[in-house]
């Protein structure tokens, strides 16, 4: 029983609204049986039923399976260069509630600590329901849960520290967290091996092999953004020289053009990206073309069979897409070339790392449950 109802829960999780008759099949189990796992499920409080949309087809009308009323939530945080996040998240994806504010200049330590009392007002509200937290932030997170984010001057951080001795904890770099929720609700659902990157204030990302993100030995892998493919004489906040990222994101766009770094590089580079200037256009298709050389360079050394873009990469390809292609393409390996993987705009939006981190706590949940 444990087994089949662990992956009934599972299926709702993936399919918000399924139907008990596509469950039954969904988990290879007859409908008797699937009836009574749903009962039993029911009685302990996870699932419960609902009428289905009309199908149109005659027959007798089937039931959607939907998260029970007082069934069990997780919180979801995500910390960006301009804001913090917490919101309830039931089975399925839903959100019940949401709390968030400008990070107005704060330390890491004040952000986290401000998560943490959205947290606990959260859990007064809801009690015993949430039952942990996944937390997106943008920088290395290592497996003691401890945040570097270079790019807001941030060293071990705690991020532990927004609940304390909680039942489920995950947290993870943002770019990587956003390819959870890419490969599980956006467009690289089904993909065998998937590559996501995104840009915001340089550029992360992660390869997701047949629905499980590969994180590497220490949980930082995915800093695509910091593999030498710019230029060798601008130095990375990191440390390194060339980094990726520098030749790619807002920094790039006002290097480009005799700015100053802007305070806010992401709402910067939009607005660059999206002027119709000589100047900006011109900055925007330089960066464009760095970014598609970069994509070719991993898809020859870790063969994904789709690249999805999130966070200004969807801006870029959208602003730039023949410059992406025509760089892609000259810098994949010659067989690669007629056929070469499909590089994809994300759906998701910025949502993304917020998303995954529900998604990596949830994941975690089910677990646990039967």
């Avoid at 007002?121 to 039952?131: A, F, H």
């Avoid at 520098?246 to 790039?252: C, K, L, R």
Wanted: hydrophobic share 45%; aromatic share 4%; glycine share 14%.
């Amino acid at each position: 029983m444990t087994t089949r109802a662990t992956e009934l829960l599972r299926v709702v999780h993936a399919r918000p609204g399924v139907t008990r008759a596509d469950a039954a099949r969904l988990i290879g189990v007859g409908t008797g049986a699937t009836t009574e796992l749903v009962g039993r499920l029911g009685q302990a409080g996870l699932l419960a039923e609902a009428p289905a949309a009309p199908s149109g087809s005659r027959g007798r009308p089937t039931t959607a399976l939907i998260p029970h009323p007082r069934g069990p939530l997780i919180a979801a945080a995500s910390i960006t260069h301009e804001q913090w996040r917490v919101d309830v998240v039931e089975l399925g994806g839903g959100t019940l509630a949401t709390a968030q504010e400008d990070l107005a200049g704060r330390s890491g330590d004040a952000v986290v600590a401000a998560v943490g009392d959205a947290v606990t007002r959260l859990r007064r509200e809801y009690g015993d329901r949430i039952r942990g937290i996944g937390v997106s932030a943008p920088g290395t997170v290592s497996r003691d849960l401890m945040l570097d984010a270079t790019n807001l001057g941030w060293r071990d951080v705690d991020l532990a520290a927004a609940w304390p001795k909680a039942e489920i904890f995950v947290a993870g770099n943002d770019a990587t967290l956003a390819a959870s929720a890419e490969s599980h609700r956006g467009t690289a659902v089904g993909a065998s091996v998937a590559l996501h990157l995104r840009v915001e204030a340089g550029l992360g990302g992660a390869v997701v092999d047949g629905g499980k993100v590969l994180v590497g030995a220490l949980g930082a892998a995915g800093e695509f953004g910091h593999m030498p493919f710019g230029d060798p004489t601008i130095a990375c906040p990191c440390g390194a020289y060339g980094c990726w990222g520098t030749a790619v994101d807002g920094s790039a766009l006002a290097r480009l053009l005799g700015h100053d770094q802007p305070r806010d590089p992401i709402s910067y580079a939009r607005r660059v990206i999206a002027s119709p200037d000589p100047g900006p256009a011109a900055a925007t298709a330089t960066v464009a073309t760095a970014l598609g050389r970069g994509i070719a360079g991993l898809v020859n050394g870790l063969d994904p069979d789709l690249v999805t873009l999130g966070g200004l990469g969807v801006d870029l390809l959208a602003a730039a897409p023949d410059r992406i292609e025509e760089a892609y393409r000259a810098g994949l390996m010659g067989f690669r070339r007629e056929s070469p993987p499909p590089v994809l705009a994300s759906n998701l939006g910025d949502e993304g790392p917020l998303l995954g981190a529900a998604e990596e706590a949830w994941t975690a949940l089910l677990t646990t449950l039967v």
